[in-house]
């Protein structure tokens, strides 16, 4: 077997596995992206010093949970961002492909219309939220609530803004693009 190549790569490239790095880029990935995996990070090590506080030295460190619990909401707002980038959030195509081309491209923007309008009014919504909760004091810190918001706030506004990046590419291309071509 020596010099002949694994078998299982053709495979693998085929079905987009996610530890074939071979096609990986850092130019392929956003800021948004980049932020969710710090976050992610950072996550990770407050749920381990957690639960080394509690189980181990038996002396929980009481913030660590509500922490924990907020940076996951901000880095699920973050993540839905960058899913907007690569157009990835779940939708239903069976409508869509059986219309034809005319039909097609009405269903498409009223869709752009409503994702747009949700983005906008979820962003108007979490900036208010964000704006009430800066008087709210965290449970075990002394630190306002307004710190788990404005990033929520942040993250509809970045999907907004993707959102748009996917419509104007759609209408001057004439077409629904390609998700390479809207991250390109």
């Known amino acids: 077997m020596a010099g002949k190549p694994f078998e299982g790569v053709a495979q693998a490239e085929e079905a987009g596995y ?13 800021p948004e992206e980049w932020a969710g995996l710090v976050l992610l990070w950072v996550l990770g090590a407050l749920v ?3 639960f ?7 002396d929980s460190l009481a ?16 993540g839905a961002a960058g899913a907007v980038r690569r157009g990835t959030h779940i939708r239903v195509e069976a409508l869509e492909m059986a219309l034809p081309a005319r039909g097609r491209r009405a269903l498409w923007a009223v869709q752009d219309a409503l994702r747009l309008g949700f983005w906008g009014f979820g962003a108007w919504i979490s900036f208010d939220l964000a704006d009430r ?3 709210m004091p965290m449970d075990s810190l002394d630190h306002s609530l307004a710190w788990v918001y404005w990033p929520v706030f942040i993250g509809f506004v970045l999907m907004l803004l993707r959102e748009g990046q996917w419509v104007w590419r759609r209408w001057r291309h004439g077409d629904a693009p390609a998700a390479q071509d809207v991250l390109a």
């Open 63 to 78: 913030w660590t949970e509500e922490v924990a619990r907020y940076l996951l909401v901000v880095l699920t707002f973050i």
């Open 133 to 135: 909760m800066g008087v």
């Open 52 to 58: 080394f506080t509690r189980y181990v030295l038996n």
């Open 48 to 50: 381990f010093t957690q």
């Open 18 to 30: 996610a530890d074939d790095l071979r096609h990986f880029r850092w130019s392929n990935h956003g």
